[in-house]
């Protein structure tokens, strides 16, 4: 299930301007791989583009090449509606569709892909919801609405809706900067739970999370306010956040910048 | 010109505590006694409306000598007098309805174009150019309706009558141009189709991004991204739109008056020329009416305005009920 | 937790796509739109259908049908639904677009035919049903004054209301304006004519006047006024009235120089666009107003004349000369209420709270 990312050359425009500039890397399975760096440097940009919800944006546009195992994301007869299908996305501020109920909201990606049966949506729902540790905090209220659910109740409902589809890729965007310090924290325990199923990308402004439950880490600066960003370096976290090899690297996650 | 029915509670200042100061002074008293004065005057004005068109149709309605709610005649000169107002019900509704179901499902599509599917440079200056439609005035659509529309229609009701007329709706029963209470209701469908259209926009504007970008992930397509999260967002917003919309259709007084040629029929062959409204009733026999045909006239006026109340309050009702589902606490 | 989820057996699996399918070329939509253009022409002539408004249905529905069964056969049932909507989109606005277009080059065609200096500055005085000339200067000096007489009424009323709502309301009151400013809102105009027209007319006794009107039309003024004024207040920032009031300023003083200045620019938008919208209010006027073919300076005496109860009248007279009257007075209409609106708005992108939003 869980399949690698390899990107190369990638560049990413809002219209003329451009966010990120050539960015090639991979994303190892079964791996959390964190993006850190400043305000602006393209991380969350270079985020969407590997499910190519970075087109959505208008005037959004991409060059270069993403490979999922051995498809490449952008490539000519490749649906962007079946690649969202396969990497799966969890967004900064949780996002349950207010109108459906708990239930609804964990099934509404499989609705979207074809028939089940009411058990088997049962079935699904329940694994999916253990899977992001709700089940038991939710499980007698599947009919009311996701948006009464706290913060962290909610953002885990965004990551069984994500998972329940079983997506190869699990992008986060900064899944816990919403949230309280305990919410944070079974977020955190989740991700390294599910880290055993997929491959998981996260990006964080929280240095201490990027080294709490990553295991590479990738830096990305920018050398100038309207410069496109880049990414400096990519190595496991242990090493980024000891020895790394790139002095930029370093002055940010001492705090000497950033 | 938008009524927002769900605006956020006024960020206003802690008046409680600024009220016991504000009384102290002779300045603060008079602004306060104007402007409560203000709002009182308008709700002594609605009442006025409601008690004053009651008396008067009260006047009316006892020298009647027939059911003023089932008689199909209008002839409060005659003696005895005679007047009800089944035909105007019926064709009010009739031609309302009409209207609806070709408006709504217009109106929600124009403002997914504009929201969604526009290219975004034609967005902008189409939503402001939809604004402007509204504004126009009705008599106009009444006479572009009258010498455009009506001889456009005939072809229309031709074929309608040839294949659909075993609908019985459907079925032309008489000769004639198209004046027709059909007519009538596509002629408010174009009328309503901006007001519809600019709150339905505005609510689909208002889909937080989130929402959207939530089903997109999902890998939803374009249009189950709108199923998803923009129509469940904005179905409150669709009903308050189509409710202004029906208001309009129901109290529109000289496009009907122009278009259509009345009789006191009720017939359920919509293409049949004859029929009424309420509004257009009202408008073409004043000019005729004694004093006593203008009491009947007014009573016939005061259903309309219960009509049009009923409407209102049932939106505000649904709005109301469907607040906790309207997202604004995600 | 998640071990127990590994351990046990996966029953139900779930569906995946390819991540590639055959898709559709960009200039499908075109195509389809093309065929089934052509194909509603065409079966349109061989039946022999005079109304071009069947051959347009009957393309829009091809267009419809020949998206999904297309592209239902190439690209999957869900990719159908997609196209299918979104060509329904399109066709809405197309199927809407043409009636409003056809009525704003028909009113501007047919209206300038007859519109020049003469016909904006005489009056129907003398002017015989059927006969060429004759104007509108009755009626727009009547226009013109009944709705600055309904203005000067509804303004203040609905300014204060508006003030009333936000900067003092709270509790029952307030409460019941709130509501029945919306319920004022659907008052259908004709309805606002027979309430004037009973209380003024058939119970004071007064006769019709242009008066008599401005007060229908300030009736459907007001919940106008109140609403936008409303939505300017509350666009004000608190911080501004805190500053003021914290300089020791009453609190009417702090209304009348800090908050109604700061909103004033979305205040008269709203006010000019209620304007527009009574303008071209005809049931009321033609209940109260009366028309007349002379010119009556006076709007407190006597039945005067009014813009859009002359288009009205003229067609209702029906002779070749009057309905082209008709449309030269429709002509003036629509521009006087297109300016009022395009002025407003251009008023409030110009005076637009910087704070706001």
């Known amino acids: ?258 | 010109m938008v009524t927002t029915t769900t605006s956020p509670p006024p960020k206003g200042p802690d008046t409680e505590a600024r009220r016991s100061k504000s009384t102290a002074r002779p300045g603060d008293k008079i602004f306060l006694g104007l402007s409560r004065g203000s709002g009182i005057t308008l709700l002594v004005i609605m009442a006025a409306i409601a008690i004053f068109l009651t008396y008067r149709a009260a006047l009316a309605i006892s020298k009647d000598e027939a059911n003023f709610l089932t008689t199909s005649e209008w002839n409060p000169a005659g003696n005895p007098p005679v007047f009800g107002i089944a035909v105007l019900a019926f064709g009010t509704i009739v031609s309302s309805v009409i209207a609806m179901i070709i408006a709504v499902p217009v109106a929600i599509g124009i403002a997914l174009f504009i929201s969604h599917y526009a290219p975004r440079k034609l967005a902008a200056p189409l939503a402001y150019v939809v604004d402007l439609l509204a504004a126009v005035p009705s008599i106009i659509y009444g006479l572009w309706g009258a010498i455009f529309l009506v001889p456009y229609l005939d072809g229309l009701n031709k074929w309608l009558d040839e294949y659909m007329g075993w609908t019985y709706i459907f079925d032309k029963a008489s000769d004639g141009l198209a004046r027709n209470l059909f007519t009538v209701g596509i002629l408010l469908a174009i009328m309503i189709l901006p007001i519809i259209t600019n709150v339905t926009r505005e609510v689909f504007l208002q889909v937080p991004k989130m929402h959207e970008e939530a089903a997109l992930a999902l890998g939803a397509t374009r249009w189950e991204v709108i199923r998803m999260s923009v129509l469940p967002f904005g179905r409150s917003g669709i009903i308050s739109a189509s409710m202004l919309g029906l208001g309009r259709a129901l109290g529109e007084t000289m496009a009907v008056a122009v278009v259509l040629s009345p009789s006191f029929v009720i017939s359920g062959h919509l293409l049949d020329p004859g029929g009424g409204t309420f509004a257009q009733n009202i408008a073409s026999k004043f000019n005729e009416a004694n004093e006593f045909g203008r009491d009947a006239l007014i009573a016939s006026g005061l259903v309309l305005f219960a009509i049009t109340l009923l409407v209102n309050g049932a939106a505000r009702w649904i709005i109301a009920r469907r607040k906790e589902y309207s997202g604004a606490a995600a | 937790m998640s071990h127990a989820i590994q351990d046990r057996p996966v029953q139900t699996a779930v569906r995946h796509d390819p991540l590639r399918h055959a898709r559709l070329p960009r200039w499908s939509p075109l195509a389809i739109a093309a065929g089934s253009i052509a194909a509603g022409v065409g079966l349109g002539l061989a039946a022999g259908w005079h109304s071009r408004i069947q051959w347009g249905l009957l393309a829009a529905l091809f267009f419809v049908l020949g998206t999904y069964a297309v592209t239902a056969k190439v690209e999957g049932s869900r990719q159908a639904k997609d196209r299918v909507a979104t060509s329904l989109v399109w066709v809405c606005f197309i199927l809407a677009v043409i009636p409003l277009l056809s009525l704003a080059w028909v009113t501007i065609s047919k209206g300038l035919e007859t519109l020049d200096p003469y016909f904006l500055s005489h009056s129907m005085n003398g002017v015989l049903d059927a006969e060429v000339g004759g104007g509108i200067y009755h009626a727009l000096l009547g226009t013109i004054e009944q709705v600055l007489l309904a203005t000067l009424i509804a303004a203040p009323i609905g300014l204060l209301t508006a003030v009333y709502l936000v900067e003092y309301g709270r509790g029952k009151l307030a409460q019941a304006v709130t509501f029945f400013v919306d319920v004022m809102t659907g008052v259908p105009s004709i309805v606002a004519g027979l309430f004037i027209l009973a209380t003024w007319n058939l119970m004071l006794g007064f006769g019709p006047s242009g008066f008599a009107g401005a007060m229908a039309l300030a009736i459907l003024m007001m919940p106008v006024v109140v609403r936008s004024t409303e939505e300017m207040l509350k666009l004000v920032p608190n911080e501004l009235r805190e500053a003021s009031l914290a300089l020791g300023v009453p609190k009417w003083r702090t209304i009348l120089k800090v908050v109604l200045p700061t909103a004033i620019g979305g205040i008269t938008t709203g006010v000019m666009l209620a304007v527009a919208r009574i303008t071209g209010e005809t049931a009321p006027v033609l209940l109260l107003v009366f028309g007349t073919k002379l010119i009556n300076e006076n709007p407190f005496e006597g039945a005067q004349a009014s813009l859009p109860l002359y288009v009205y009248e003229q067609y209702a007279v029906g002779t070749d000369a009057a309905i082209s009257r008709a449309w030269a007075a429709a002509l003036v209409l629509i521009a006087f209420v297109m300016i009022l609106n395009l002025v407003a708005r251009g008023i409030a992108r110009w005076k637009a709270p910087k704070t706001g939003r």
């Open chain 1, 1 to 258: 299930m869980a399949k690698r990312i390899d990107v190369s050359g990638l560049s990413a425009y809002y219209g003329a301007h451009k966010a990120i500039d050539d960015i090639s890397m991979t994303v190892e399975p079964r791996s959390v791989t964190a993006f850190i760096g400043p305000s602006g440097c393209g991380k969350s940009t270079f985020l969407r583009t590997l499910n190519r919800m970075h087109e959505v944006t208008p005037g959004g546009r991409v060059e270069g090449k993403v490979m999922l195992d051995d498809e490449n994301l952008y490539g000519s007869h490749v649906d962007p509606v079946a690649v969202r299908r396969t990497v799966g996305m969890v967004f900064q501020r949780p996002n349950p569709f207010p109108t459906m109920s708990i239930f609804d909201n964990v099934a509404a990606g499989l609705r979207l892909n074809g028939k089940y049966k009411k058990s088997q949506l049962n079935e699904i729902v329940e694994r999916s919801l253990k899977g992001a540790n709700l089940w038991n905090e939710v499980k007698d209220r599947l009919n009311k609405p996701g948006s009464g659910l706290s913060g962290g109740q909610q953002q885990r409902l965004c990551i069984a809706r994500a998972i329940a589809v079983e997506p190869d890729v699990l992008l986060m965007d900064e899944p816990c900067s919403a949230l309280d310090p305990i919410s944070t924290l079974a977020i955190e325990d989740l991700i390294g739970e599910l880290k055993e199923r997929f491959t998981i990308v996260i990006v964080t402004h929280n240095m201490q999370q990027a080294a709490r439950v990553s295991d590479r880490t990738a830096f990305f600066n920018l050398a100038a306010v309207g410069q496109p960003g880049k990414l400096i370096e990519l190595d496991d976290t242990e090493r980024i956040f000891s020895n790394p090899s790139v002095q930029a690297t370093e002055d940010y996650i001492s705090g000497r910048f950033g």
